[in-house]
């Protein structure tokens, strides 16, 4: 069993900057793929980041170039810095784990969740 939990939301302004952090419980975090993900009011689910533990990334075309993921091992926790946030950006932030460590880019394939952080962005 894997606990996740994200911090860092909050509002900002457009054109500005926030780091998502996400802290993995478990001695396994290190070998789990994780992912992010955001549901905006009104919308489905859109699948964002993913980060294997080897480091190797994906980003989906709305994010690439202004999101960046990363995880650092030793302490467990995987990191979405988001810049150039616009106001679509708005929605609640979820880090998800993929148990086998395989880099998917579907929601639907992440095995535990975090509980999400709020990001409002303010144009």
């Known amino acids: 069993q894997v606990q996740l939990v994200e911090s860092g939301g909050g509002l900002v302004q457009a054109g500005g900057s926030l780091r998502l952090s996400c802290a993995a419980s478990?001695?396994?975090?290190?070998?789990?793929?994780m992912g992010w993900v955001r549901r905006a009011p009104g919308k489905e689910r859109e699948f964002l980041a993913a980060?294997?533990?080897?480091?190797?990334?994906y980003y989906t075309d709305s994010v690439k170039g202004r999101f960046t993921t990363s995880r650092d091992n030793g302490r467990n926790t995987v990191y979405l810095q988001m810049n150039s946030l616009k106001p679509e950006d708005t929605a609640v932030y979820y880090c998800?784990?993929?148990?086998?460590?395989?880099?998917?880019?579907?929601?639907?394939?992440?095995?535990?969740w975090g509980q999400g952080t709020q990001v409002t962005v303010s144009s």
């Open positions: 478990g001695r396994t975090f290190s070998s789990y793929a």
């Open positions: 980060i294997r533990w080897s480091g190797s990334t």
């Open positions: 998800a784990a993929n148990a086998g460590g395989f880099l998917r880019v579907s929601a639907r394939d992440y095995d535990y």
